[in-house]
């Protein structure tokens, strides 16, 4: 693993197992991570921290994942200039897709990723 850290991930998921793993995978990789296990906490730290990349889970208790983007683009958290105006998704529902394109209106570029 090299000194330098390739880009900031939150990642946000309400299961556990699925945040260690791509977490340690993702550290190794060289990235710096960051987890939060629900919407409300991925917002808080996204009050004091620029991210470069938002990895969530779009089906959550609570807040969900599309919640969750919507109060980060409102509130003016993924405005940096820096930020990547990118979105993919593993969404296997169109209505799901159609709802984060609208709520992440300031994507320049949305793109669907198929499920392996």
Request: glycine letters at 6%; proline letters at 2%; aromatic letters at 6%.
């Given at each position: 693993m090299t000194d330098v850290s390739r880009g900031?991930?939150?990642?946000?998921?309400?299961?556990?197992?699925?945040?260690?793993?791509?977490?340690?995978?993702?550290g190794d990789?060289?990235?710096n991570v960051t987890?939060?296990?629900?919407?409300?906490?991925?917002?808080e730290?996204?009050?004091?921290?620029?991210?470069?990349?938002?990895?969530c889970d779009m089906r959550m208790p609570g807040m969900s994942g599309i919640e969750t983007l919507r109060t980060i683009v409102i509130t003016g958290y993924a405005e940096d200039p820096q930020s990547?105006?990118?979105?993919?998704t593993t969404a296997s529902s169109c209505t799901v897709s159609r709802e984060i394109s609208k709520v992440c209106g300031w994507c320049r570029r949305m793109r669907v990723l198929p499920r392996n």
């Open positions: 900031s991930i939150l990642l946000v998921d309400d299961d556990d197992l699925v945040l260690r793993n791509l977490s340690m995978a993702l990789a060289g990235f987890t939060a296990d629900n919407g409300r906490f991925a917002v730290l996204c009050e004091g921290e620029v991210f470069d990349v938002v990895v990547p105006a990118n979105l993919s």
